[in-house]
């Protein structure tokens, strides 16, 4: 978690502390970097912020900031994604947290544009039932499943025989069964192509994020697990087929 001190700061530019709890490390962030900003994890030891902890922060905020509305936790989240007059909801959050905004705009017909493809994974029947039901619209926003979304675009469903997601091989392509033994923590966080958060890292390092997408494209498409297919393309150029 991260602990937010706002401080004195009396204008937009000028900096307070955030402290992580879990290895203390500190940052200096301007108020102006709080409003724009979508979620806070610690770079040193990559431990997401718990925002339900920070709530009594975020009303300490909302008194400086009166003009502009503070959410936090899961009730922000959810308040959001059912606000009035919205044309379009993005959903990029991290993990099962994703899950019940994405439920909630859906059953109000909104549409969605998901790159939370954990809400598929733990729930994707639920989720394309819901969308169904209430005449809401996913847009898949993750590279390779808005790739498949492309290709697909006029396309009968009948003519398709098999999708193909890419994937970079991760930073063990080449390693034998021996070496694969040997790893650590820090290896699988070395991913050749991509920079991103620890669990994201490792998950692609060790290709369970492939499996993750497979599954979402299942219900995203409504394509049968077995045909749709991975393939190694480590220039990361085409994410879908």
Known sequence: MIHIFVGHAMNKNE???????DCDSKYKRSL???ENAHNLYCNKCQVDLDIDEIKEKALELQKRLP???????AEGMNS????DNIDLVVNAIVGIAGLDPTLKA??????VALANKESLVCAGQLVMETAAKHNGTIIPIDSEHNALFQCLQGEKKSSIKKLILTASGGPFRNYS??????VTREDALNHPTWSMGSKITVDSSTLMNKGFEVFAAHWLFDIPVDQIEVLV??????HGL
């Not at 003009?67 to 936790?73: F, Q, S």
């Not at 959001?80 to 606000?83: E, P």
């Not at 069964?177 to 040997?182: I, R, T």
Request: hydrophobic fraction near 45%.
């Open 233 to 238: 393309h480590p220039q990361s150029i085409i």
């Open 80 to 83: 959001l994604a059912s606000y």
């Open 32 to 34: 102006k970097w709080l």
């Open 15 to 21: 900096k307070f502390t955030l402290q992580c709890a």
């Open 177 to 182: 069964q021996e070496e694969l033994k040997k």
């Open 67 to 73: 003009n502009i509305k503070v959410l936090a936790g």
């Open 106 to 111: 859906l059953a109000l017909g909104r549409r």
